[in-house]
T-cell receptor, first 113, second 111 residues
């Protein structure tokens, strides 16, 4: 059973470009979470999705960030018009149900030049 | 506000000794707690969890203790090995779904 997969692993963008981060949850998992981690800090929750629905987006910046988890295909975290402050590691996690163990992917390291 | 660029607390232990990593959580309504291990360049790896109706849970070489009165969580690692060197995060789930992570503690194991 493959774990949570994220791609790309590393992404470099120039200021003003768009970044698309993809996450494929573990097989059978319908709950997906996105977290952001700045250097030497803990992970900060961004958004929680369940197939086709956003359940909790309380950690998402109000502008430029969006997330989706379509019926078919991976979950996408989209950052429009990236700025240097968006440089971070973005982790996706999935779980079988709420209040169950969240399995994390290897992360996407975004660098904004 | 958020802290940027601060050094993580560090715990240095001798190989074979026991390690205790502590964590204070913030929300008295949290009912699910987890410890994660993160190695450099990797995603967090689940170690052990505990629900609020328990005060102790044991796994293989690890024990988690929960003190709800003072909102404190600890992770005990028995016979610490060099492979245990990593950053350890506690996390709480106050509403179900999202996890709130602590700052992290860097464990360094000396051979």
């Amino acid at each position: 059973n493959a774990g949570v997969m994220q791609n790309p692993r590393h992404l470099v963008r120039r200021r003003g470009q768009e970044a698309r981060l993809r996450c494929s949850p573990m097989k059978g998992h319908s709950h997906v979470y996105w977290y952001r981690q700045l250097p030497e800090e803990g992970l900060k929750f961004m958004v929680y999705l369940q197939k086709e629905n956003i359940i909790d987006e309380s950690g998402m910046p109000k502008e430029r960030f969006s997330a989706e988890f379509p019926k078919e295909g991976p979950s996408i975290l989209r950052i429009q018009q990236v700025v240097r402050g968006d440089s971070a590691a973005y982790f996706c996690a999935s779980s079988l149900a709420i209040l169950e163990e969240q399995f994390f992917g290897p992360g996407t390291r975004l660098t904004v030049l | 506000g958020e802290s940027v660029g601060l050094h993580l607390p560090t715990l240095s232990v001798q190989e074979g000794d026991n390690s205790i990593i502590n964590c204070a959580y913030s929300n008295s309504a949290s009912d699910y707690f987890i410890w994660y291990k993160q190695e450099s360049g990797k995603g967090p790896q689940f170690i052990i969890d505990i629900r609020s109706n328990m005060d102790k849970r044991q796994g293989q070489r690890v024990t988690v203790l929960l003190n709800k009165t003072v909102k404190h969580l600890s992770l005990q690692i028995a016979a610490t090995q060099p492979g245990d060197s990593a950053v350890y995060f506690c996390a709480e789930s106050p509403l179900g779904g999202k996890l709130i992570f602590g700052q992290g503690t860097e464990l360094s194991v000396k051979p």
